[in-house]
């Protein structure tokens, strides 16, 4: 127990260096926020919630928060998937960062840009909504940002709003030049009016490599009717921890649709947790991750169907080579109002290697009666009577592997709706892949 | 063009084929027929170099080539074709872009420019209307969703895009209504020709029928047991198979 508190002594240390002022309210949430994180402590195995994923690399680590956004050009952006968006709005450690950011001519009444500034400048819209969803009263990591996050991002669209393009927001870190590495604690706030329509894509990236620590909380808001097209792309260094959790509520009708690639990272936990809180809101979860080497990437969902006559709909999928391992948990609840629940998951995972494996768990909590809920998961390598097939009408060994492989990631990446963000990922993906295959192949 | 001698080969430790003798030249059309369990279809797969069929004996060279010496995609580069008696869904790969990747393996094997999309749309074209191969068959994924009959005509489709000089029909009959059958038999007939063999491995006299062959041959425990014509077939098709296990002589036993 003393070990314990010693190991977390760095990081109470941290949070009592809170960042102070500001309005009284968020003084209120930051306070409460590192009360929680103080009283629960890091999670360890025991936790049901993180029995597979072994974070004690972080908790034992020392990191700075990250202070002043380190000067960074254009050129840190062009790594980045998409960066070429019409409207980039750009966070460097922890900070809106103006000069990297550019915003076409939006609708009247959008807002964009640093949540910082929004606390005063929009106060009445972020005091309602900051802090609602996120669960920083039982998630250490999310009252550890709730304390910490000096910074991050603010979307508000008003009542029938809808955008024609799409708004990046990227999230970089960098090299800060500090003795120790450096963690950015990034916040994001959402707030979709009744009706409006948004396409939006939330991309991490650490494009100097090294070691890192990003924890990062997104909150969502889809008002009634709402369409929310949401990505998230985590590209970051395959050396930095990366912990993230996102928050949905859907309100009547709303459609709601958030899509995760994961490619980076070393440690990397992502939760997704949607509460279908009106009838007719729907809910598409869609994931697709690749490790490799040592890499671990645990994702987590939790659809909460609330209110009746909501589909929900999930797939994720994996690929796995080397000794990386994988976590998938899919919790669906449905609660006893909701009848009519449509709501299907589907979880796959392809592992490359024998030394690759994957934990995964669907986990469905029904408490109404008149409910459709399907689940289903298959972990494997390749089908070899397949590969047989394709090589008996001419092609490679090797051909029809990756003509397999492309097949079962372009399941995910065909869903990507805006068109230059699936070539940049497909990409991305590819070249990670056969990175990985050749690799395979020297062995 | 194809010759086996005293060809053996085991699947997963018990031996199926006890030495089989066949020459086939261009031209020629063979049924292999015979019971459930003789080793038609071991025998078809052995050819097509299935990692399960191992051959323990015995040789079968193609054009003078040791075919036993080549891996399937080789095999099926020199021009082999195995219609498979069950075709595999891949979920998630284009039909199409699955056809012309093989068409352009081929093609680069023979040393041929690979064809474009639009030249290999117009090939489609051609060859998907005796088969009635429609174009939603083409987009869909290989064989994903396919109905019994659409697999076996894409089987034969893919035979008539990639002109195989040895065809082996591995009881593309088994599972076809009498209209699929003869669809089937018309596109399997008009790939009839002086430089190309076709190998037709069946349970059923029926669809001798209509792809009618220049020599029958019967399978039974491992051995090619009897030998003939075309009639051979409407005999067995009459007698039954129990006259041949009980009453041949294997053929050099």
């Known amino acids: 127990m003393t070990q314990v508190v010693e190991k977390l002594q760095p990081w109470l240390a941290a949070i009592e260096r809170r960042p102070r002022g500001g309005p009284r309210w968020l003084q209120d949430l930051r306070d409460r926020g590192a009360a929680r994180f103080a009283a629960l402590g890091f999670p360890t195995a025991r936790d049901e919630e993180w029995r597979f994923t072994n974070i004690s690399p972080i908790a034992n680590a020392e990191f700075l928060p990250a202070t002043e956004a380190a000067p960074v050009t254009d050129h840190s952006l062009a790594g980045v998937v998409y960066s070429d968006a019409p409207n980039r709005i750009v966070v460097v450690n922890g900070r809106f960062a103006p000069q990297l950011s550019r915003v076409s001519a939006l609708p009247t009444g959008v807002r964009v840009g640093s949540l910082a500034a929004a606390v005063t400048e929009h106060a009445d819209v972020v005091s309602r909504y900051l802090g609602q969803l996120a669960e920083f009263g039982t998630k250490a990591f999310t ?91 985590q590209q970051e260094s395959l050396d930095a921890y990366h912990v993230a959790s996102m928050h949905v509520h859907a309100a009547r009708s709303a459609n709601v649709s958030s899509q995760s690639f994961s490619l980076g990272g070393k440690i990397v936990r992502n939760d997704v947790v949607a509460l279908l809180d009106g009838e007719g809101a729907k809910c598409t979860l869609n994931g697709l991750y690749l490790a490799d080497g040592e890499r671990l ?62 934990n995964t768990k669907p986990q469905l909590e029904i408490f ?39 097949a079962f990631a372009g399941d995910i990446l065909d869903r990507v709706m805006i068109e230059p963000l699936r070539v940049a990922l497909e990409g991305e993906l590819y070249a990670q892949l056969a990175k990985d295959l050749a690799e395979i192949d020297a062995a | 063009m194809l010759d086996i001698k005293n060809l053996q080969v085991t699947v997963e430790g018990k031996q199926i084929l006890k030495g089989i003798n066949l020459h ?124 019994g009959g659409e697999k076996k005509r894409n089987e034969i489709f893919q035979m008539a895009l990639l002109e195989p000089r040895l065809a082996i029909l591995d009881e593309t009959d088994s599972g076809l209504d009498i209209d699929a059958l003869k669809l089937v038999a018309s596109g399997v007939n008009a790939m009839r020709g002086p430089d190309r063999a076709i190998i037709v491995v069946t349970h059923y006299q029926r669809l001798l029928d209509y792809i009618v062959p220049d020599y029958v041959h019967v399978l039974s425990g491992g051995r090619i047991v009897k030998s003939g014509g075309k009639e051979l077939a409407l005999e067995l098709e009459k007698k039954g198979y129990g006259w041949i296990e009980t009453g041949a002589q294997p053929v050099g036993a």
């Open chain 1, 297 to 358: 990437v645990d994702n987590h969902t939790a659809i909460d169907h609330a209110k009746a006559h909501c589909p929900s709909h999930e797939i994720y999928k994996g690929i796995l080579g080397g000794k990386a391992r994988a976590v998938f948990n899919g919790k669906i609840v449905v609660r006893q109002d909701a009848q009519k629940t449509d709501a299907k998951q589907t979880n796959r995972a392809l592992l490359l290697s024998d030394d690759a494996s994957i």
């Open chain 1, 143 to 233: 009252a550890l940002n709730t304390a910490l996050a000096v910074d991050g991002l603010y979307v508000h669209i008003p009542d029938g709003v809808v955008l024609d393009e799409p708004l990046h927001l990227v999230f970089l870190t960098t090299k800060s030049g500090a003795t120790l590495p450096i963690m950015s604690n990034v916040r994001t706030l959402v707030v979709g009016g009744n009706r409006c329509q948004v396409r939006m894509v939330e991309t991490y990236v650490g494009p100097d490599g090294g070691r890192y620590f990003t924890n990062a909380v997104t909150e969502l808001f889809a008002g009634e009717g709402a369409v929310i097209d949401h990505y998230k792309v």
């Open chain 2, 24 to 147: 086939v030249n261009a031209g020629e059309v063979h049924a292999i027929m015979g019971p459930n369990g003789s080793g038609k279809s071991t025998l078809a797969r052995a050819l097509a170099g299935h990692p399960q069929y191992e051959v323990t004996g015995g040789e079968a060279t193609f054009d003078g080539k040791d075919l036993l010496d080549l891996d399937p995609d080789e095999r099926a580069r020199e021009g082999v074709f195995m219609a498979f008696q069950y075709p595999v869904e891949i979920a998630g790969v284009n039909n199409a872009y699955f056809l012309k990747a093989a068409l352009n393996a081929k093609r680069r094997h023979q040393g041929l420019p690979e064809l474009d999309a639009m030249e290999f749309m117009q090939l489609i074209k051609e060859r998907s209307k005796l088969l009635d191969i429609d174009q939603s068959m083409l987009s869909r994924a290989v064989n994903e969703g396919f109905s």
């Open chain 1, 368 to 406: 109404a009666d008149d409910v459709k809920c399907t689940h289903g998961a298959a972990i494997g390598q390749l089908d070899d009577d397949a590969i047989f097939y394709l090589r008996a009408r001419g092609l490679t060994y090797f051909e029809a592997r990756d003509m397999m492989i492309h």
